[in-house]
Nanobody
Framework: QVQLVESGGGAVQAGGSLRLSCTASGRTFTNYAMGWFRRAPGKEREFVAGITWSGGSTYGTDSVKGRFTISRDNAKNTVYLQMNTLKPEDTAVYYC??????????????????WGQGTQVTVSS
């Protein structure tokens, strides 16, 4: 079993920045590909960014490329999502997710059996 705890959400104005953190416990973190997803009001959960177990490769959806950066520190069992130049349409609950024994992250929520509780990000115009 893996437990994931997100932190770092909050309210910012458009153009601002936030850094989300997700700390894992319970299993060997280095065996997991990790992903960040978000769910905006009235919308489906969508993939935001993913990172391989080694941190060597990252992936992001088109709407966040050039603005969001995913990274991980395996020594701290933590994955980060640095969000810059935030827009009102980035407002959502953000979730981190773990994909065990997978080298590559995926963009489908169904690929991830472990989820954090979510952290709210609100961007005002």
């Amino acid at each position: 079993q893996v437990q994931l705890v997100e932190s770092g959400g909050g309210a910012v104005q458009a153009g601002g920045s936030l850094r989300l953190s997700c700390t894992a416990s319970g299993r060997t973190f280095t065996n997991y590909a990790m992903g960040w997803f978000r769910r905006a009001p009235g919308k489906e959960r969508e993939f935001v960014a993913g990172i391989t177990w080694s941190g060597g490769s990252t992936y992001g959806t088109d709407s966040v490329k050039g603005r969001f950066t995913i990274s991980r520190d395996n020594a701290k069992n933590t994955v980060y999502l640095q969000m810059n130049t935030l827009k009102p349409e980035d407002t959502a609950v953000y979730y981190c997710a773990a994909r065990p024994f997978a080298a590559l992250p995926g963009s489908s929520p169904a690929m991830y059996p472990y989820w954090g509780q979510g952290t709210q990000v609100t961007v005002s115009s």
